[in-house]
């Protein structure tokens, strides 16, 4: 059988890092797992020392943000396949084995993408991001690129197609200088290629990461506005017009969302994120960016 690694980025949340791994630990088969901490003080080392029934290490990799992290475990991980999940998810038994059925006879087949249910909460309260494909398609080709399909939390890819992508862009993603996209843009970098990505919403995972209305649920969307406004600037300097479709969607999106509150201002909280989607698209036009990997440059534009 071929191996598969899972990735599981993680930094200082202790909590829902073991809750997430108690979820791995259900897993069949039993997977080798590589945690990633980004916690300067390496905090989540103990705790990975608990789990002494999975096979499971430790990369301690503070610096560069999330994708620099998930790149550091790509290298280290040396399996045919990847699987990614967040440390604020929890996956089912049978996660591993629906995510890499889909590779078999499918050789420009590189990422299979699910998708996310949220935890038990109260939406009136917290704000919990969740998103399901529509139906299960295999997208090819870079019309496709406009179209949401790629969820970092819940996802797995060939190891050898990511290295020929140079895996994530660094200044995408939790912190990194546009705090969110790195999974669509690796998705759109795959179709660019000439890849296929497979959507399948029966593949899901559980996300606990709620944010409590106000700072944190604000804080939370105003960075996934600076990181698709960034993707959609990509996507027009590399000759794509379709990149701009995702930009036009968010913001017909926020336009309904603010009818909406006027006419139930009683329901959960409104949050103006227009300004933070062009801010990410005028940045995104400035970054260096290099055309042939498709890639935001080392130097960020501020």
């Known amino acids: 059988m071929e191996s598969t690694v899972i990735l599981v980025p993680t930094k200082g949340r202790p909590h ?3 809750r997430c791994l108690r979820s791995i630990e259900e897993c069949t088969p039993n997977p080798r797992i590589v945690v990633i901490d980004q916690d300067p ?3 989540a ?3 990975c020392q608990g789990f002494a029934g999975l096979a499971l290490d430790y990369l301690h990799h503070p610096a560069g943000g999330k994708s620099a992290a998930l790149n550091a475990g790509i290298r280290a991980s040396g399996s045919t ?5 967040d440390d604020d998810c929890t996956v089912p038994g049978d996660w591993i084995g629906a995510g890499t059925r889909a590779f078999a006879g499918a050789p420009r087949l590189a990422i299979v993408s699910g998708g996310a249910v949220a935890c038990p909460h109260d939406p009136r309260r917290e704000f919990v991001p969740a998103h399901i494909p529509g139906r299960r398609e295999v997208r090819r080709g870079g019309r496709a690129v406009a179209r949401i399909g790629a969820l970092g939390g819940n996802m797995f890819a060939r190891r050898d197609a990511l290295e020929r ?7 995408l993603g939790p912190g990194c200088h546009f705090p969110s996209g790195e999974d669509q843009d690796l998705n759109n970098r795959a179709l660019r290629a000439g890849y296929d990505v497979l959507c399948d919403p029966s593949i899901l995972v559980t996300h606990w990461g709620g944010r409590a209305y106000g700072d944190e649920a604000t804080r939370l969307l105003r960075g996934y506005s600076r990181g698709i406004g960034a993707l959609a600037a990509k996507d027009v300097r590399l000759g ?7 930009l036009i969607r968010e913001l017909s999106v926020e336009l309904r969302f603010a009818a909406a509150a006027v006419v139930r201002p009683a329901a959960a909280p409104f949050v103006f994120r227009s300004p933070w989607l062009i801010q990410g698209l005028w940045q995104g036009m400035r ?3 290099d055309r042939r990997a498709a890639l935001f440059g080392p130097e960020r534009a501020t």
């Open 16 to 18: 829902h890092l073991e």
């Open 41 to 43: 003080d390496a905090g």
């Open 45 to 47: 080392e103990r705790l």
């Open 81 to 85: 396949f990847i699987a990614f999940t």
């Open 165 to 171: 992508l140079g895996g994530f862009d660094e200044a």
């Open 240 to 246: 794509s017009v379709t990149g701009v479709y995702p």
């Open 287 to 289: 970054a260096p960016l």
